[in-house]
């Protein structure tokens, strides 16, 4: 699963916000090692990733750091 259609659905994004949720979203999924973007868990992933950028973080390393946290189990 990409992360694609699930922000292609926020009309409100920029390009930039775009790709900073893709860059946060790829860099995430390679710290969980998860390969297959066909994985249920990916949709979590990306979720997750909408989810904190929301919430004002625009830099998509500290997004990946937070959305690594949050569901990677320690």
Known sequence: MAINSLISANINLTPEQRHVLEL????????????????????????????????GVTNAVAISEIAFRQLHPS
Do not use: G, H, S, Y
Request: hydrophobic residues 45%.
């Open 24 to 55: 946060a979203f790829n860099r995430t999924l390679r710290k969980l090692n998860l390969v297959d973007r066909n994985d249920p868990i990916c949709e979590i992933v990306a979720r997750k990733v909408i989810e904190i950028e929301a919430t």
